[in-house]
Structure formats: C-alpha cells, structure tokens
C-alpha cells in the first residue's frame, strides 16, 4: 500500500508542476525615463523567467520610449553588454508580453506600427483584471 500511495503523490506532484510555475506571475511596470531604473527592472524580470516566472511588462509615460522603434537605443550596461531595448528585446523573444500604456500611443499621436515588433498597445480593463489576480506580483520602476 505505502507504494501506491507514492506513485498516487509522485503523479499528483507532476501534474501540479507546470500548475506551480504559473504561481506568482510578475507583473513589471516601467514608468521611469532612467535608463539604469529601466535597465535594473528588465534585469529582474530576466532573472524571474529563469526562475521559471511567467512575466509581462507594461511601458508607461517615459518607460513607454523604451518601445518606440525610433528611439536611440540607450546606454549599453555592463556586465549584460545590452541597452535597455536590446534586454526588452530579448525578453519579447522568450516570449514575455510587453504592452504600452493604453494612453501612451494616442498621446504622441503615434500607431502601433511606431512600436518595436512585439510591443502591442494594452486595454485598461483587461490590464485592470489581471493586476486584480491575486497571484500576481505587482512591480514599479
């Protein structure tokens, strides 16, 4: 019996892992014209992915220029070797979902064709529900 009830546990455990690595999902805010804020919230939700986090960003006010695909680049930061849009970038390509603020574009009388490839203009109610979700961590920059 003592058997059976461990491959009963081992089954159950297994089933809950990809369940487990769902839990907490972060949720990154960058509002900040800072590069080295930007830089350092970017570096954080890299590190919560290798963590096996899920992740989304949202780029507000200044933090929202890090999308814009006219933008100079930025600082390259050391030791990643990477501008603050080559990490967003990157994280676009690990397939984390990163948003403008809803009111970002229309205020710079910009489309979503200004954006860097990726970067999508979020809906206040669906963002609303989701910062709402109990489980998820909620970070500003």
Known sequence: MPFKRMLVATTLLLLALPAMAERNPMFTVITSAEEETQMMALILS????EQDRSVRILLCDAGGELALADTDEGTVFEPAGRTPQQLL?????????????????????AGEDDLIEGVGSARAPEVGEYMATPEVRYFTF
């Open 46 to 49: 890299m590190q919560a992915i």
């Open 89 to 109: 970038t990157g994280l676009i390509q690990r397939g984390v979902q990163v948003d403008v603020c809803a009111i970002f574009l229309p205020q710079r009388e």
